[in-house]
């Protein structure tokens, strides 16, 4: 199984300033990263894919980087329905298991 | 639009076994692999397997095969999800989410999420 560990556990940020978030693999998985939002009560949201794909409808303040093992997720100015929790998680085909990193979540500072 | 909703919330005793629903509508339920995530309360995302709606093939993952077993309907867009020998740590809320569109059985991450079904498991 993949390992995925999402760095930091709780990242305090007052509202307009940048949020990077960190997840890493303990093993190489390409390009196959997503990151998902969650709120208190609701289904997670697709934010990114293949690492740095934005998906549909989501603003432009979110963008994803890096491949192989270490990745980022940047949210460029913090509006208040960006606090929440974050979660990376990876799908590579070998071994075909996806797996969730353990999540970062965002609150105001 | 897609949307998928689930069945209501289930409260049951160690030992027993549960099914969840999920009903698809807004495409075509055939043509993308469902997968189930679990939740347990506080805590992060785990995710169970998917079904192809198609082939009706599984893969599960290894922490739960054994005990899961995923099926559909295509006659009414809807996937199954039933976990057996339930323990108190089974509970959770359960998410079918859908995979994006991929190749085969290629993994793909999961663009849309039904609303989640609570089980509970107390004696």
């Known amino acids: 199984e993949i390992v995925m560990t999402q760095s930091p556990a709780t990242l305090s940020v007052s509202p307009g300033e940048r949020a990077t978030l960190s997840c890493r693999a303990s093993?190489?998985?390409?390009?196959?990263l997503a990151w998902y939002q969650q709120k208190p009560g609701q289904a997670p949201r697709l934010l990114i894919y293949?690492?740095?794909t934005r998906a549909t409808g989501i603003p432009a303040r979110f963008s994803g980087s890096g491949s192989g093992t270490e990745f980022t997720l940047t949210i460029s100015s913090l509006q208040s329905e960006d606090f929440a929790v974050y979660y990376c998680?990876?799908?590579?085909?070998?071994?075909?298991?996806?797996?969730f990193g353990g999540g970062t979540k965002v609150e105001i500072k | 639009q897609v949307q998928l909703v689930q069945s209501g919330a289930e409260v049951k005793k160690p030992g027993a076994s549960v099914k969840v629903s999920c009903k698809a509508s807004?495409?075509?339920?055939?043509?993308?692999?469902m997968h189930w995530v679990r939740q347990a309360p506080g805590q992060g995302l785990e995710w169970m397997g998917w079904?192809?709606?198609?082939?009706?093939?599984?893969n599960y993952a290894q922490k739960f095969q054994g005990r899961v077993t995923m099926t559909r309907d295509t006659s009414i867009s809807t996937a199954y999800m039933e976990l057996s020998r339930l323990r108190s740590d089974d509970t959770a809320v359960y998410y079918c989410?859908?995979?994006?569109?991929?190749?085969?059985?290629?993994?793909?991450?999961?663009?849309?999420w039904g609303q989640g079904t609570l089980v509970t498991v107390s004696s």
């Open positions: 989410a859908r995979s994006m569109p991929g190749d085969g059985d290629i993994l793909t991450p999961f663009d849309y």
């Open positions: 807004g495409y075509t339920f055939t043509g993308y692999y």
């Open positions: 079904i192809n709606p198609n082939s009706g093939g599984t």
């Open positions: 093993q190489s998985v390409s390009s196959n």
């Open positions: 293949g690492a740095s």
């Open positions: 998680q990876q799908y590579n085909n070998w071994p075909p298991e996806l797996t």
